[in-house]
């Protein structure tokens, strides 16, 4: 439904990497990813898209063989609610 693109330590919706119409911004701790945020346009707000980058980044790192660390709340709630995402989920 959504074209996810990727950019350094980020998965966006939209043209342009560095205005995004939506984005999940991670980084690379220990071969963990972690997501710091995740943030949509009003343009993209009640879409489901927020979801769909969290759901990109789940499998993203199951592709790469890597855990993941949601920092972020919104990121987080999706761990919580996504029990098919326990896999990826790195808890320390």
């Not at 707000?45 to 890597?66: E, H, P």
């Amino acid at each position: 439904m959504f074209n996810i693109k990727e950019a350094p330590e980020l998965f966006y919706i939209g043209e342009d990497p560095k205005h995004p119409d939506g984005q999940l911004q991670y980084s690379y701790e220990d071969k963990v990813l972690v997501i710091w945020h995740t943030e949509v346009g009003d343009s993209l707000k009640g879409q489901g898209a927020a979801s769909a980058l969290v759901a990109y980044a789940v499998d993203y790192a199951r592709r790469q063989g890597i855990k993941i660390t949601p920092f972020c709340p919104y990121a987080l709630a999706q761990f919580q609610k996504h029990p098919e995402y326990a896999d990826v989920w790195f808890k320390d």
